[in-house]
């Protein structure tokens, strides 16, 4: 008899503000520095922009009827940071409030939890012109937005967010130009905006359980690939966990997971990477480490990928080269390793103990359309799914306190630089006419929902 998930293990689907909403300047939303960037030629694929996206600032009602006939139980979505106080500090804007509000009203009347992320990625423009992270004021500016929400919208919500992938909105955004703001700064710029990120991160964590009416549950939803052993022996285990946290290259932008997640979960940074950025770092005080420390109820990650590893010599980690040929999405970096998962959820049920895990995202993007006979045949996202989900399914089984799978995306958006090349949704999106229809994928998921994963 084959066995479900948990009970009680909650099935989603995620969005993003800027990749969604659209009405980019409309009822006095304020820019952010993805409005910016993409008017700005040339920095993204065939000049796309997120004026428009899917339309969802208008079609929200659809939408949720949407979500409802796929059964979610939960939904990620992010709020725009300009959108409901323009400049990013002082003025608030009524009608921003307003969308959200009904926004999360009509979620909860269809029977759909909302999980709110804070910041994914919209900077206000207003304050990237104040230096955005590298501006000691921006933890406080993120405290009173996020003490703003909180206030306004956690009467009704308890599942919150701070940050979406710091790693790719400040080691992208400030350092490869790929990414807005487009900027190209040092790693001791950057090593000071991820610490002011975690100031922000533990002071908007304190400002939602003051503020918010319900019982609070908070994370963070960081990026990460997941280290897979090539055997299961313990020397390749034990190298693939080591490669995992390992602090890398001093000059890489994308820090490690273990530079995010030590901080907020273990109180202090780990001894490796002040020993790689020495010279480069801020000083950090023991009352910086208490307050980034807030306690979070569960660990968000964002996982899409894996990479195998086997113990070298002395048991050092070596990253094997994936074979030629080996399955991978429309974008280059969506390669499908389906242990990911498993090992993501092990390794840091074992770095953080005890602590519920919560796959804020894993998807898959592929050229879907519709088809002759009026559907959308997305085959390769069901399979990629269903592995990807045997994974999660075993970690559980094994006792790790994985409670959540939410799937990117809910629809296909805007997908940053890739602007709309990459289809990443279980709803197809024509971005002409912004109908929407199911694609095979929803209709799968709906009863993977429907029977909480047992036939997986
Ligand atoms: C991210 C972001 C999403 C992306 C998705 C596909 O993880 O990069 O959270 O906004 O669209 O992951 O790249």
């Keep these: 008899m084959a066995s479900s998930f948990p009970k009680g293990f909650l099935w989603g689907a995620a969005t993003a503000a ?60 992010s709020v725009s ?41 919209d900077m206000p423009q ?12 921006i933890p406080k500016h993120f405290e009173d937005y996020a003490a703003l929400l909180a206030s306004k919208l956690g009467d009704r919500v308890s599942n919150w967010m701070t940050f979406n992938e710091p790693q790719c909105f400040i080691g992208i ?7 807005a703001p487009g900027d190209k700064r040092s790693m001791r710029d950057l090593l000071l905006m991820y610490f002011n990120f975690h100031l922000a991160h533990g002071r908007a964590v304190q400002a939602i359980r003051q503020n918010a009416k319900l019982k609070a549950n908070i994370g963070m939803a960081p990026c990460t690939s997941g ?4 055997t299961e022996s313990k020397k390749d285990i034990d190298a693939t966990k080591k490669s995992m946290f390992t602090i890398g290259d001093r000059e890489n932008a994308f820090v490690n997971i273990s530079w995010i997640l030590d901080p907020v979960l273990l109180g202090k940074y780990p001894e490796e990477g002040l020993k790689r950025y020495e010279g480069l770092l801020p000083e950090i005080k023991d009352s910086d480490l208490k307050l980034i420390s807030q306690k979070i109820d569960f660990i968000g990650c964002n996982c899409y990928t894996g990479y195998k590893v086997k113990a070298g010599k002395d048991g050092k980690p070596e990253t094997l080269a994936k074979p030629i040929g080996h399955p991978r999405g429309h974008l280059d970096w969506l390669t499908v390793d389906p242990e990911a998962l498993y090992w993501l959820t092990r390794f840091f049920n074992e770095r953080y103990p005890d602590k519920p895990l919560v796959i804020t995202e894993n998807g898959f993007c592929s050229l879907d359309w519709v088809a002759l006979d009026g559907k959308v045949h997305d085959p390769a996202r069901i399979d990629q799914m269903h592995r990807y989900l045997k994974g999660l399914k075993r970690a559980a089984a094994e006792g790790i306190p994985v409670k959540a799978y939410f799937h990117w995306s809910l629809m296909d958006n805007f997908e940053w630089a890739e602007g709309y090349r990459a289809r990443f949704g279980m709803i197809h999106v024509d971005y002409t006419t912004q109908k929407r229809t199911l694609k095979d994928s929803a209709y799968w998921y709906k009863d993977v929902i429907a029977s909480n994963g047992k036939d997986i």
């Design 18 to 77: 800027y990749q969604i909403e659209g009405a980019w300047n409309e009822d006095g939303k304020g820019p952010s520095v993805w409005d910016e960037f993409c008017h700005r030629d040339g920095k993204v694929w065939q000049n796309h922009t997120g004026d428009v996206a899917c339309d969802h600032y208008h079609l929200w009602k659809n939408d949720i009827k949407l979500m409802q006939e796929i059964g979610l139980k939960a939904y990620r979505m």
């Design 81 to 121: 940071w300009p959108r409901v106080i323009p400049l990013g500090y002082g003025k608030q804007n009524p009608k921003g409030l307003a969308f959200y509000d009904k926004l999360i009203d009509g979620l909860l009347k269809a029977g759909i939890d909302p999980w709110i992320t804070l910041f994914h990625w």
């Design 126 to 137: 207003g304050l990237q012109d104040k230096g955005a992270w590298m501006n000691s004021d």
């Design 173 to 179: 955004g400030y350092s490869s130009g790929i990414h």
């Design 227 to 230: 280290a897979i052993p090539e």
